[in-house]
């Protein structure tokens, strides 16, 4: 069924302040540029968001909400554990690459210290489900002998979002101190094969695997402190 205008232009600003925000932030964006961008005049940004900082909200809530969304769509309650893992470092280290402004949207939240989207029930409420089903995953694969147990399902979630993440939001840096190509298609699926093995390798190796290094040197040639 076709939209009718007044949704198409409330997405059309959306999705326009979406582009402006990623780019230049809350504090550089601006609401004549959001409106020119999506062929619409201040008075209807102002009339469906109120203003700048209520639009630059809803801009972060629909982000969230987009990445939440797809991640439902990989049904990870329904596949093997070792799989739904492997899935779901895939989906998310793609989900960056594919959306460069979501990144760029993260960036300019954390300048501003979560402020503006620590007001957002929603957001909050979003990211229940994904806990639920990375700890249900975890749980399957534990009862199985597949997983170490005790595993945080938010921690594991910080650790597979986190490594793919530094590589894309630092690839300038990164790129030039190293004289490497880092966005090639096979850069990239190196990366993820990378990312993937780590979090396997991490999950499957059950603690009666892991030598105890408690007593071990902090470096080598370096002797341990005594007791």
Do not use: C, W
């Not at 959001?34 to 982000?63: D, T, W």
């Amino acid at each position: 069924m076709a939209k009718r205008q007044p949704e198409q232009t409330y997405e059309r600003i959306l999705n326009a302040a979406a582009f402006e925000f990623a780019d230049k932030g809350l504090s550089g964006a601006r609401v004549d540029a959001i409106a020119e961008r999506a062929g619409a005049n201040k008075r209807m940004l102002y009339h469906y968001f109120g203003n700048k900082e209520a639009l630059y909200l809803v801009v972060m809530e629909h982000a969230y909400e987009a990445i939440r969304t797809a991640e439902q769509e990989l049904e990870l309650e329904s596949r093997e554990p070792v799989d739904a893992i492997r899935e779901l470092v895939r989906f998310t280290f793609n989900y960056f690459v594919e959306h460069p402004e979501f990144m760029r949207l993260l960036n300019n939240e954390n300048l501003y210290n979560a402020q503006y989207i620590r007001q957002s029930n929603r957001i909050k409420a979003l990211h229940f489900p994904l806990v639920g089903y990375i700890g249900e995953v975890l749980e399957r694969g534990e009862r199985q002998g597949l997983f170490r147990s005790g595993v945080d399902p938010v921690q594991l979630y910080i650790s597979i979002a986190g490594i793919g993440y530094f590589y894309l939001s630092n690839s300038a840096t990164l790129e030039t101190i190293f004289d490497r190509d880092l966005h090639s298609e096979q850069a990239l699926q190196v990366r993820l094969d990378h990312i993937t093995a780590i979090i396997v390798d991490y999950l499957t190796t059950t603690s009666g695997d892991r030598r105890d290094t408690s007593e071990a040197s902090p470096l080598p040639g370096i002797a341990a402190s005594p007791a």
